[in-house]
């Protein structure tokens, strides 16, 4: 079974930074697609990044020069670094499979609340 565990949102002043973390057990993220999400208050579920197996990332537009994703295979976690953040950053944040690929039972996420 695959867990999910996602930590490091908080509560920070535009334009500072947030590092999360998303610790996954029962599949190794070496071998597979990675991807973090967000759902802001009132709005559906968005891609924020992913990362191929191959190391290759993607980045929705309204992130892209300001979040980078990583991963650390040696710990199974994928990572997400925002800097520059913006109050439109706002939300709850979940990693997971990539939207197009497998997918797994959802973690708790992690909030982020970005002050203005």
């Known amino acids: 079974q695959v867990q999910l565990v996602e930590s490091g949102g908080g509560l920070v002043q535009a334009g500072g930074s947030l590092r999360l973390s998303c610790v996954v057990s029962?599949?190794?993220?070496?071998?597979?697609?990675m991807a973090w999400y967000r759902q802001a208050p009132g709005k559906q579920r968005e891609m924020v990044a992913t990362i191929t197996s191959g190391g290759d990332t993607n980045y929705a537009d309204s992130v892209k020069g300001r979040f980078t994703i990583s991963r650390d295979s040696a710990r199974n976690t994928v990572y997400l670094q925002m800097n520059s953040l913006k109050p439109e950053d706002t939300g709850v944040y979940y990693c997971?499979?990539?939207?197009?690929?497998?997918?797994?039972?959802w973690g708790q996420g992690t909030q982020v609340t970005v002050s203005s």
């Open positions: 997971n499979g990539p939207p197009t690929g497998r997918r797994y039972s």
């Open positions: 029962g599949v190794y993220i070496r071998f597979n697609s």
